[in-house]
């Protein structure tokens, strides 16, 4: 071997800042202080805010950006479905950062709000109970007053609460973005080659240089690269093996969404993250918006947070700037199976039209579905593996993984660095879990 050492010095709980070229052999390889593995939104978040802070990122993924469960999300950024608790402090504070993020602009982003309607009088007191404690903007709906928010709403409905915290986003753009800023703003992206420029150029051979001390971080992609194993210095994680060579670093972040758990399994940790599958009905686009906000009946509630296994469904429907109209939510867990279900798009396109009548005359042109990184416990896995030294953990978010997503990465970014976490991660520790936790 010819250069520097395998493993990078760590000093208390920051990382110091070590990019470097490693040469074994014939073998060029580059040093990250932080390794990302998964380029969906979580992991997009991840890098952008470590590379915000300073620390060189490598994302590496076995597919596309978004190219899992965030390329099928609804793009949910959602307060109102959240129980008082860690999971509603850690979507107040992403909400807030996401507004953040889309002020420049380079994806949808839709402060449009959220309406959530009760069949029955007994159904409308619970949710105004539920809105009291939550601690958030809300605003009651008499049953007089819902059309006054939803012109096309189906007659004979108790009432509801408005959230106009509750925005949507179009998550893939939204990933792609934050992996373009990590690179514009702090540094520049590398292709699989990594270029062959140390010297904080674009690697390309046009002798730019981005002009910035070392205070800020690089974003490398590795993209079409699965992670097969770790590698270590001792009992400490300090890299990845892939598909296509070592990846070496001083931490590595585990943001495989549904695949979360598998990762974790490689580095012997045990993580029960199961995929729990949803579908979802898309509509022609429509010359004129009918639907203003994201509407959902009350069983969305609790069906987020339900641990059955089974089939469950609810109404929940939105309009899209394309003019199309996404029509959801379903819930079961059977494995990674794609098989499409007509009886779910039945059920689907039934709960819709009961909820709005008048899409009863508009079609619906294809439909997709993805898996949920489903937990136990209905919270992510956040924070740093006391099991596995080196090892950061970021997934494990259900159906919340794309509204969750810029604070898990604010929030990991703090922990990296050393610095206090602006939430208390306690309840998102990785080690929560017993090896018989399913």
């Known amino acids: 071997m010819v250069g520097a050492g395998p493993t990078g010095p760590a000093t208390g709980n920051r990382l110091l800042k070590t990019s470097r070229y490693v040469t074994y052999y014939w073998e060029e390889v580059v040093m990250s202080d932080v390794i990302v593995v998964g380029a969906g939104v979580v992991g997009a978040a991840c890098a952008y805010y470590a590379a915000r802070a300073g620390l060189d990122v490598t994302v590496v993924d076995r597919g596309p950006v978004a190219g899992g469960t965030t390329g099928s999300g609804e793009g949910n950024i959602l307060v109102s479905d959240k129980e008082p608790g860690p999971e509603l402090e850690l979507a107040v504070l992403s909400n807030r950062l996401w507004r953040t993020l889309a002020e420049p602009g380079g994806f949808e982003f839709e402060a449009k709000g959220g309406l959530v309607v009760a069949e029955t009088e007994d159904v409308q007191r619970q949710l105004t109970g539920l809105a009291a404690e939550q601690g958030v903007e809300y605003a009651l709906v008499g049953a007089s007053e819902l059309r006054d928010h939803e012109p096309h709403l189906a007659e004979g409905l108790a009432g ?9 986003v179009q998550p893939m753009l939204a990933a792609a973005t934050m ?17 062959r420029d140390n010297g904080r150029g674009n690697g390309r051979g046009n002798g730019r240089d981005n002009g910035r001390d070392n205070g800020d971080g690089t974003v490398r992609l590795r993209l079409g690269v699965e992670v097969t194993g770790f590698l270590r210095s001792g009992e400490r994680v300090t890299g990845v093996r892939t598909s296509q060579g070592d990846v070496i670093g001083d931490a590595v972040v585990n943001a495989a969404g549904t695949w ?43 069906n987020v947070a339900s641990d059955s296994a089974g089939l469950e469904t609810s109404a929940v429907v939105e309009g ?39 899409l009863r005359e508009v079609r619906a042109i294809r439909s997709y579905c993805g898996f949920r990184p489903y937990c136990p416990d209905h919270l992510p896995v956040i924070g740093a593996d006391p ?34 976490p602006d939430l208390d991660l306690t309840p998102f520790r990785p080690d929560r879990f017993t090896e018989e936790t399913s």
């Open 160 to 168: 509801g609460v408005y959230y106009p915290q509750d925005a949507q």
């Open 260 to 302: 979360g758990g598998q990762i974790a399994a490689l580095a012997g940790a045990h993580l029960p993250i199961l995929p729990r599958r949803g579908f979802i009905l898309v509509t022609e686009p429509l010359r004129e918006p009918l639907i203003r906000h994201k509407v959902y009946t009350a069983a969305y509630v609790t």
């Open 387 to 420: 099991r596995v030294p080196g090892l950061y953990h970021a997934c494990g978010h259900e159906g919340a993984g794309i509204g969750l997503a810029p604070a898990t990465g604010h929030l990991l970014a703090q922990l990296l660095t050393g610095e206090q």
């Open 179 to 195: 992996l373009r800023r990590g690179t514009d703003d702090y540094g520049h992206a590398y292709g699989d080659d990594y270029g």
């Open 320 to 358: 899209t700037p394309a003019g199309t109209v996404l029509i959801g939510a379903s819930r079961e867990r059977v494995g990674f199976d794609r098989t499409t279900s007509v009886p779910v798009l039945s059920r689907l396109a039934a709960q819709a039209v009961a909820l709005f009548p008048v």
